[in-house]
């Protein structure tokens, strides 16, 4: 059952991405005010705690998502892939990718395996409602847990944008999907190299 949910997100992605202009970068807004990611304690795939303080000294691309999402969530992490591995490739730019899972219960079980099809160094971190709040408003982002179906089966709604968190732990811009990778890379460093509180961080 697992390895077809997967199967299934892979589709996904190749569906949606021919469905959508991959290649076209919507807009990265940089904040001329970085705004600080509030104190919050989730846990990972893995069972360990994630707060505020393992943001600190990485770049950090995050999203919010959930693991049975059939479409947004696989989409998004696609593409923070790519745009990770072309930070790092032609810039020396290393970046984590952040995904926090906002359905706990279906997520628990299957995050570890979920976000390690996207790479290794994809974290995947969840709580509950009132743990993930602090994270999820001061990132600027949102979801809505739909009423269960007669089977019991729900869907959420989510935010499909992702921010850039510096090693200081402030998100420093917001991304939105789809993304072009070189382009979006581009901007992305450039705004490094501009700054002189960012730019001791390039490797």
């Known amino acids: ?34 705004a600080k990611v509030s104190n919050f304690e989730l846990s990972t795939g893995t069972g360990e705690i994630f707060t505020q303080k393992e943001l600190k000294g990485n770049w950090s691309l995050m999203t919010i998502g959930f693991t049975s999402c059939p479409d947004i969530s696989p989409f998004d ?25 906002v359905d706990p219960d279906r997520d628990k079980p299957i995050l570890k395996e979920y976000v390690e099809y996207f790479g ?7 709580g509950s409602d009132s743990e ?9 982002a949102s979801y809505s847990r739909k009423s269960p179906d007669a089977n019991g089966h729900y869907m959420i709604n989510h935010t499909a944008f992702a921010v850039l968190v510096s090693p ?19 901007e992305i460093i450039s705004m490094v190299h501009t700054s002189a509180q960012y730019a001791q961080n390039v490797l």
């Open 168 to 186: 200081e732990g402030e998100v420093v811009a917001r991304i939105n999907p789809p993304i072009k990778a070189k382009e979006a890379a581009v």
């Open 132 to 140: 993930l709040a602090p994270l999820i408003e001061s990132i600027g």
């Open 120 to 126: 290794d160094n994809v974290i995947g971190i969840t």
């Open 1 to 34: 059952m697992l390895k077809q949910s997967f199967l299934s997100v892979f589709l996904c992605i190749f569906l949606f991405g021919l469905g959508s202009n991959a290649n076209a970068i919507d807009k990265i807004t940089f904040l001329s005010n970085p």
């Open 77 to 101: 992490l696609n593409n923070l892939k790519t745009l990770s591995k072309e930070l790092y490739s032609k810039h020396a730019l290393a970046t984590d990718i952040i995904l926090v899972a």
